[in-house]
């Protein structure tokens, strides 16, 4: 054992230190805990330290998958010229002060980051001290990667064309229980753990981790028609919503619950998806298999009808504007593509024929190459 700057023990290794940025949101997140799975599968002696925030899903997630976690100051970017921004410089230069002192103090030997209010402090801390790497998962490039970018020893992306010099298109990281998920294994437990009728064609429904009211509103009242083509549903509508269906005698039933615990038999127990199209959930539902009805969310830049896109091309998907999303165009779209095993399975091989399920391994080989070359 070793003893740290703070008095604090610390174990001895031989492997590089990883410093990960991706906090904020899961889409940020999950890509950098997948990446940290991957650098650990392939070197078990490195070590991975995770950069968050108190506001950030970061603070209740990385700790949960076993990884120490540096909190630092937030640098969000205001939309708007306003008096935050005004207060920005004084707040980035805090904040990567406290950064640096987390990267001398843990021996950071390379920056991952992923976009957002961490990364961007990262960047900056890192700057000709650390080598940087960069990983964007959407189709639109943030502004804290655009920064990173240019410092970085290499940048890798999601999608081509994202506005980005020079980088390599890999995909998102993914976890090992998404990438491995074998949903005809599972099929039956999961139909069993949702209560599911177990040969239905079933319909999952999901509007991210707090619904989607436009989807909830959409679907719930296609259910009659849903249930007299023999189709099940498993819908989460977000903890902070309700919804009531009635049950159709002799139909397969249409499960609503609050939030998905456990994605993977989520998946696995589905035939196809409708859901929102962020970048993330595109890449699992591709990595699945799944078939799906993605539905933009209606304001922003359009980033999440762009993550689609490939998988819509490539036959996986269709997309329908949230605007026209009654239930009259649920049972349009959904009713003959769960009704037709062969464009199901069709779809479902274009849907897994457009994801890289490969990408965490790559990005980790490109992480500890960079670790392993230093500062030039």
Known sequence: MTVGPTGASQPTRTGPCVVIAGGGTAGHIEPALALADAVMRLRPDARVVALGTERGLEKTIVPARGYPLEMIPPVPMPRKPNVDL??????????????????????????????????????????????????????????????????????????????????????????????????????????????????????????????????????????????????????????????AVQAVPGAPSYVAVPYLERMDLAYAAADAALCRCGAMTVAEVSAVGLPAVYVPLPHGNGEQALNAQPVVNGGGAVLVDDADLTPAKVAELVVPMLTNHGRLSAMSAAAQGTGHREAADVLARMVLDAAAKGVS
Request: hydrophobic share 50%; charged share 20%.
């Open 86 to 243: 005004l207060k920005l410089p004084l707040k980035v230069r805090s904040a990567v002060k406290t950064t640096r002192e987390v990267l001398e103090r843990v021996g950071a030997d390379v920056v991952v980051g992923f976009g957002g209010y961490v990364a961007l402090p990262a960047y900056l801390a890192a700057r000709g001290r650390v080598p940087i790497v960069v990983h964007d998962s959407n189709a639109k490039v943030g502004l804290a990667n655009k920064v990173g970018a240019r410092f970085a020893e290499r940048v890798a992306v999601a999608v081509a064309d994202s506005g980005l010099p020079g980088a390599e298109v890999i995909g998102i990281p993914l976890r090992e229980s998404i990438i491995n998920l074998d949903r005809a294994a599972l099929r039956a437990e999961a139909r069993a753990f949702f209560g599911l009728d177990p040969h239905a064609p079933t319909l999952l429904v999901f509007g991210g981790s707090q619904g989607a009211r436009s989807i909830n509103t959409a679907v719930s009242g296609a259910a009659r028609e849903l249930a007299e083509a023999g189709i099940g549903v498993l819908h989460a509508h977000g903890p902070k919503n309700t919804l």
